[in-house]
DNA sequence: GCCGTTTTCGGCCCGACTGTTTTCAGTCG
């Protein structure tokens, strides 16, 4: 069982606690430790399997949780769970994905009907019986059979990249149609998260209501959520993204962005924090529990401040341990798009992309950057037409007539995206790799295998002389697929030792290495690339994703070789000699 | 159930919107 499991598990069990009315705090501590064991780096399985080792070595999860664990790796399920399930069904939980019901009213549902399915939900409000509940009438009715609708329309996660452009295109609408003072994304898009659940955007305006009717008026903005006095949230475009728009007076806007940029878990501790000091903290200020003076608000450093904290950058306000870092002054001087010298992974017309060498360089050129590796494919991507040894051998010599005649507009590196076999052997001869400047290493294929088969061959993989990074470590694919499991550390642990470099691919649908497994690597010494992947010249532009995922693995720009001036990028990466 | 410059027991963030209520519970951010 993979950590995502073992997550969901305790998330679906925390879910149903809650539609059983059971302690909210034991509730709460079942969420947490979800989430912790989700981003952690290392398999669950692995360390329960080792008697030197204890899961509760994870923060968040502790005797209790521990001996959850145990059973889920035992037999699938645990107790607590099991006996949920035979007050609620499964599909209970699928009934609280309708926005507006919460557990309270489910359970009353199912105690009252019997009716435990969204279809079974949906006959109930169509047959008016809904408001027979107490604190249940029509407009509840109608709420819910909405919710239905926009349920099956499917709305899950959006990727950063739509997200962003859509948070672009509103702020410009709002900014042109009405007198905000300032206007910045908050939420997980201001966190960078690689996938955000809806667009938080907040406002400081003297007359709210000014433009909280204006979000609702927008002409692809289709259902109005709820709308008050002081905030909006809204259905917008073809997609159905929720819109969340927060509207605070000026000298609030620092604690407001503190507060509406999260993340929740961030929120609580710090507020947790404030409390310990004889303050209350809100989206309004900063406020003293006695006599309730203002101690700060305005300014959002300004809050982190009087907590006796360094401003902490958005990336990491994730519960990772940020806080304690921010009062020792340990934080990190985060890499930002600026430090990114080059690009070390795109494809051209040779292959599968649209480009030739000679647009992708002049595009690189245009962003400023310095240097660029072209790595086409390898031969067993023969769909995608990738190299052979005969091709890599003639495109390596190509590179170097062209550097010599030195009518590029930037610096070009001879790569190659060599396929990493089923068995760890790379697709294309040692010698013909030996030709190139830079060799990143792939799996396209057989992501099927069972774990330890898989670390085996990574490990094999990292063996080849010639290969200087590893694309898209994970494999995975945002919104379709998890990673392939292997043993991480294992690996990041070689490739530190080898100095072969781990990829953050830029990509929006796959932004692999991500932050937890980046900080799990980079305590093992491991260096990164970042690159964009790029199919096309406008890919290039990706390169800002790739920054932010970085910053969210805590990342320096001394931990990133394509911040290196272009002469000193090949000695610092793995020797071949 | 977790956790500890105040604690190994006793706390655990705080506010907006909705619908239904005659003073607030439920849900969500
Ligand atoms: N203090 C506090 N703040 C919260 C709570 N729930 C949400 N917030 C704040 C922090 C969140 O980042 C912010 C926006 O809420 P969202 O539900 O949109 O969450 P977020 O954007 O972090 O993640 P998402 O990708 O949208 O699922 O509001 C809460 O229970 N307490
Ligand atoms: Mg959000
Ligand atoms: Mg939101
Ligand atoms: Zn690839």
């Known amino acids: 069982m993979e950590n995502a499991e073992y997550a969901r598990l305790l998330s679906e069990t ?60 035992l037999r699938g399920s645990f107790d607590r769970r099991d006996q949920l399930l035979e007050k609620y069904p499964p599909t209970a939980l699928e009934m609280l994905k309708i926005q507006g019901l919460g557990p309270k009213s489910i359970a009353l549902i199912i105690e009252h009907f019997r009716v435990t399915t969204i279809d079974g939900l949906e006959r109930l409000c169509r047959e008016q019986k809904l408001r027979t ?66 667009v938080d955007i907040l406002v400081t305006v003297s007359d709210p209501g000014e433009v909280l009717d204006l979000v609702t008026r927008h002409s692809r903005v289709h259902e109005v959520l709820a709308k008050g006095g002081n905030k909006a949230s809204v259905r917008f475009g073809l997609e159905g993204l929720q819109v969340d728009v927060r509207a605070l007076p000026a000298e ?21 924090r404030a409390l310990k000091m004889g303050y209350t903290l809100n989206e309004y200020g900063l406020f003293r529990l006695e006599g309730g003076g203002r101690v700060a608000g305005e300014d959002e450093e300004e809050v982190y401040r009087a907590l006796g904290l360094a401003w902490i950058p958005p990336e990491l306000r994730e519960s990772g341990g940020e806080i304690e870092a921010a009062e020792a002054g340990r934080l990190p001087r985060l890499i930002e798009l600026a430090d990114i010298r080059g690009d070390l992974h795109m494809h051209t017309v040779e292959t599968d992309g649209r480009a030739s060498l000679e647009e992708m360089a002049a595009q690189a050129a245009a962003q400023g950057l310095e240097y660029i590796a072209i790595t086409d494919h390898s031969k067993a991507l023969a769909m995608a037409n990738g190299l052979d040894e005969a091709r890599v051998v003639a495109f390596a010599r190509k590179v170097r007539e062209l550097n010599r005649r030195g009518d590029l507009p930037v610096r070009v590196f001879s790569g190659l995206e060599c396929d990493i076999r089923r068995d760890g052997s790379m697709d294309i001869e040692e010698d013909a790799l030996a030709e190139l400047d830079i060799v990143v290493a792939s799996v396209h294929s057989h992501m099927n295998l069972e774990p330890a088969e898989m670390t085996d061959r990574l490990l094999r993989a990292l063996e080849s002389k010639s290969v200087k990074i590893i694309g898209h470590p994970t494999g995975r694919i945002l919104l379709h697929r998890d990673g392939f499991p292997f043993d991480f550390e294992r690996i990041a642990a070689e490739a530190g030792r080898r100095g072969v470099a781990l990829e953050i691919n830029a990509s929006p649908e796959r932004l692999d290495l991500h932050g937890p497994l980046l900080r799990a690597a980079k305590a093992h010494g491991v260096r990164f690339t970042i690159s964009t ?45």
């Open 133 to 198: 509940l107490p604190r249940m009438g029509a407009r509840i009715e109608e709420k819910v059979l909405r919710s239905i609708a926009s349920y099956r329309q499917r709305a899950g996660r959006f990727l950063l990249s739509f997200a962003s452009e859509a948070a672009a295109e509103l702020k410009q609408y709002l900014s042109e149609g009405c007198r905000v003072e300032r206007i910045s994304e908050a939420g997980s898009l201001r966190r960078g998260k690689e996938t955000v659940g809806d």
């Open 14 to 73: 925390a879910d149903l606690m809650e539609i059983g009315a059971e302690d909210g705090f034991r509730i709460r501590s079942y969420r947490n430790a979800a989430s912790a064991i989700e981003s952690y780096p290392e398999r669950i399985e692995d360390i329960l399997a080792d008697p030197a080792r204890s899961v509760t070595d994870i923060p968040g999860v502790g005797k209790g949780i521990a001996s959850v664990l145990e059973e889920l790796r």
């Open 533 to 577: 992947d790029a199919h096309h010249p406008r890919h290039l532009a990706n390169m800002i994703y790739g920054v932010r995922t970085a910053r969210r693995g805590w990342l320096e720009p001394g931990d990133v070789l394509n911040t290196l001036p272009a002469g000193q990028l090949l000695s610092a990466m793995r020797q071949t000699g």
């Open 252 to 272: 609030s806007f620092g604690a407001a962005m503190q507060y509406f940029t999260g993340s929740k878990t961030h929120n609580v501790a710090l507020r947790q």
